[in-house]
């Protein structure tokens, strides 16, 4: 039989809200791994992610294996994509050895996960290896949740901007008609805040980090300002809704 690769989306943080399938999935896996951040050469930065301290509440640590993934790097292509190479080849050795690996990762495995990148590695490493998904949790519902801040009614869309690719990006979706969610928005926190200002759009909005966790914060986005936020932290600008109950259908 062929190795299976799973990725398991283990939600934003908080232990409680890992999906019963995640759990069982982890659970069944013969080894769980989980994507550590890379020092400077490239080693083992020691520091424990948020989806390793999620994982350890459910599978023992002995069955948890630490691959090393250069995360959050945007500016050095080399280093990057060295980083994909190594950590798909210890993976790849170890589905020579077990029968099933689970990815764990925070968020869903198919919203903007490192899971994608590494899943592509295997099927040109290992082929005939299964690839599959547990959905997880995403951080936009978890502050959702959190906040009381209505994701979608109606007929209105919703948008996910990664502010990664630019504040412009954003400014652009805020001129829109519906919810618009910005992830990873913490190292542009300053072009957030204006770009919320020009729209009109700062009022309802809200944002968050470490949700679920010890340091967790929830504010108004009217409290932004020009200071360096989480790099993970979550925005939701809800869409204008003048119409009362049911405005939107």
């Given at each position: 039989?062929?190795?299976?690769?799973?990725?398991?989306?283990?939600?934003?943080?908080?232990?409680?809200?890992?999906?019963?399938?995640?759990?069982?999935?982890?659970?069944?896996?013969?080894?769980?791994?989980?994507?550590?951040?890379?020092?400077?050469?490239?080693?083992?930065?020691?520091?424990?992610?948020?989806?390793?301290?999620t994982v350890l509440h459910y599978v023992p640590e002995e069955k948890v294996v630490r691959v090393v993934f250069a995360l959050n790097e945007r500016t050095d292509r080399e280093r990057r994509e060295a980083a994909w190479d190594a950590a798909g080849r210890r993976v790849a050795d170890l589905l020579g050895k077990f029968s099933s690996v689970a990815f764990a990762t925070i968020g869903d495995p198919n919203v903007y996960s490192t899971f994608t990148y590494l899943a592509q590695t295997i099927?040109?490493?290992?082929?005939?290896t299964g690839v599959e998904t547990v959905p997880g949790i995403t951080a936009m519902q978890d502050l959702a949740a959190r906040s009381g801040a209505v994701l979608t009614e109606g007929t209105?869309?919703?948008?996910?901007?990664?502010v990664t690719a630019g504040a412009a990006v954003l400014k652009e979706a805020l001129g829109g008609p519906?919810?618009?969610v910005a992830y990873k928005f913490g190292r542009q926190a300053?072009?957030?805040?204006?770009?919320?200002?020009d729209t009109g759009r700062v009022e309802d909005a809200v944002w968050g980090s470490s949700l679920g966790l010890p340091d967790e914060s929830i504010r108004s986005a009217a409290e932004l300002d020009d200071g360096p936020l989480p790099y993970l932290s979550t925005l939701i600008a809800p869409a204008r809704r003048d119409g009362g109950r049911?405005?939107?259908?």
């Open positions: 039989m062929s190795s299976r690769l799973i990725g398991v989306g283990v939600g934003p943080g908080d232990p409680e809200l890992v999906t019963v399938k995640g759990v069982n999935a982890l659970r069944a896996a013969d080894v769980v791994v989980v994507p550590v951040m890379a020092a400077p050469d490239g080693t083992d930065g020691g520091e424990r992610g948020r989806a390793e301290a099927v040109e490493l290992v082929p005939g209105e869309p919703l948008t996910l901007v990664p519906g919810t618009v300053r072009e957030v805040a204006e770009a919320l200002r049911g405005g939107k259908l």
